[in-house]
């Protein structure tokens, strides 16, 4: 059972567009949210995290949207550049079952900036 | 700074066979996961670790050993490589139960195929 769904498998934007990525989960006791960026042959980085009791939080041209009532997660990226390219991954945690080290991560979404 | 350090970074193995794959850590980090990918399955945990001394089993433990003796290392053990374990590991850490929030960081991955 995936408790953390990304039923994007891809994305592609224009660059200077935004993009949003979105993520839904199924465990009400997730409290912690991440986003991370992943190039080919490397491992995942972080991107930008919300805790449950935000709705939104902001980084430079990052912001992540948190609706715990449908239990949906966004990510959006304005404007879009052509480094934003790679596979973008949600994540979920509990602090019941122990943020820092257990990570419940979706499937990714590819997204693609053309110029 | 080079944070968590995977060895090595490709290995071809026959069914059967045994291997440890390395992860090191100079960050101080407590708390040590190991993660593996598999197309269209994003990152699933496999064993993590709360300090030295301590492991615990994640999401798809089987055919996995690990220990912990000191806070930089957290080796993954392999007993008897099975095709099913053809996949690309992460290692990861992060800071501990003083910044439960803190985000885990990802060494550069292990790709391992068993024939």
């Not at chain 1, 992943?38 to 980084?59: C, H, Q, R, V, W």
């Not at chain 2, 090595?8 to 101080?28: E, H, I, R, Y």
């Not at chain 2, 290392?73 to 008897?80: H, I, K």
């Amino acid at each position: 059972d995936q408790q953390v769904k990304q039923n994007s498998p891809s994305l592609s934007v224009q660059e200077g567009r935004i993009s949003i990525l979105n993520c839904d989960y199924t465990n009400s006791m997730f409290d912690y949210f991440l986003w991370y960026k992943k190039y080919p042959a490397e491992g995942p980085t972080f991107l930008i995290s919300i805790s449950s009791i935000k709705d939104k939080n902001e980084d430079g041209r990052f912001t992540v949207f948190l609706n715990k009532s449908a239990k949906h997660l966004s990510l959006h990226i304005v404007p879009s550049q052509p480094g934003d390219s790679a596979v973008y991954f949600c994540a979920a945690s509990s602090a019941l079952t122990g943020t820092a080290s257990k990570l419940t991560f979706g499937t990714g979404t590819r997204l693609q900036v053309t110029l | 700074n080079a944070g968590v350090t995977q060895t090595p970074k490709f290995q071809v193995l026959k069914t059967g066979q045994s291997m440890t794959l390395q992860c090191a850590q100079d960050m101080n980090h407590e708390y040590m996961s190991w993660y593996r990918q598999d197309p269209g399955m994003g990152l699933r945990l496999i064993h993590y670790s709360v300090g030295a001394g301590i492991t615990d089993q994640g999401e798809v433990p089987n055919g996995y050993n690990v220990s912990r003796s000191t806070t930089e290392d957290f080796p993954l053990r392999l007993l008897s490589a099975a095709p099913s374990q053809t996949s690309v590991y992460f290692c990861a850490s992060n800071p501990g139960r003083w910044a439960l929030n803190q985000p885990q960081h990802f060494g550069d991955g292990t790709r391992l195929s068993i024939l």
